[in-house]
């Protein structure tokens, strides 16, 4: 009858509704886990580029101080070298003429030999500024060799930082669009359950109207679907009757009495 397939209607539709509500409320916790991991591991990813920022600025801050420390003692040496170079010159060209001076015109007689500038004292001189010459020489060489490795190093730190910085901040353009794809998702999830969950409320309203005039207070819809399974079934063996088919035959046994009785009477 009518109220049987209002009934079913609505119970299949109670029950989709349901599932449904239940598979979107499972899809939104889903979207919602998925952004709140992606955002946490953008913020990550924006920490380490700034810190990576910070170590290249403190490197490069610390490197031009270097270099200029280095530029300024390489061109101290140099100066050095070449005050020294000067100063040995004068000495040498000092010494030399000292060397081919003759005995002083009234050289007195306790000399022995003519005199000649002083030599040992020259060698002594030009031997020490000789090794400051050589001092300088060396730390103009070691301070250039220290400046070359410190500038390679810093290069190869400031191009592996950059592109490491490069890689994060593209993986953060990737999984900023899919946070903008799945907040885009989220939204229109959330209306979907909000309709489907007023469909679901509508059907449950119209359930509460059919129960008055289509649920009885003893018996549930499951019951009454069996109790009309049952009077079908009754009908029908009813219909079997009227046919004539599998009709009971207890006419034998009643001849059999009959005949037995017109023998009795005979006798």
């Not at 979107?24 to 380490?48: C, G, R, T, Y």
Request: with cysteine.
């Amino acid at each position: 009858g009518w109220c049987d397939t209002e009934l079913s209607t609505n119970e299949q539709t109670r029950k989709e509704k349901t599932e449904a509500v239940e598979s979107l409320h499972s899809e939104i916790d889903e979207l919602e886990a998925s952004i709140a991991k992606l955002n946490k591991e953008i913020s990550e990813l924006s920490n380490q580029i700034n810190e990576l920022d910070e170590a290249v600025a403190k490197a490069t801050s610390i490197r031009n101080a270097e270099k200029e420390k280095n530029t300024e003692t390489i061109k101290d040496a140099k100066e050095a070298q070449v005050a020294v170079e000067q100063a040995l010159q004068v000495l040498k060209d000092f010494y030399a003429k000292a060397g081919e001076a003759t005995a002083l015109v009234q050289q007195p007689e306790i000399f022995d030999k003519p005199y000649q500038g002083m030599q040992g004292e020259s060698g002594g001189v030009v031997g020490m500024l000789e090794v400051i010459q050589s001092d300088f020489a060396r730390l103009e060489a070691d301070t250039t060799a220290s400046e070359e490795s410190s500038a390679e190093e810093y290069k190869t730190f400031s191009s592996d930082s950059k592109t490491d910085i490069a890689v994060k901040n593209a993986d953060i353009k990737g999984k900023s669009d899919k946070v903008s794809r799945q907040d885009e998702a989220l939204s229109q999830t959330r209306e979907e359950l909000s309709s489907t969950e007023k469909e679901l409320d509508a059907a449950m309203d119209y359930y509460e109207k059919l129960k008055p005039s289509c649920v009885s207070s003893g018996t549930n819809y499951d019951d009454r679907v069996k109790q009309r399974e049952d009077e079908v079934q009754s009908l029908k063996e009813a219909l079997k009757i009227l046919n004539g088919d599998d009709i009971p035959m207890p006419i034998e046994s009643g001849r059999a009495d009959y005949a037995t009785g017109a023998s009795h009477q005979g006798e």
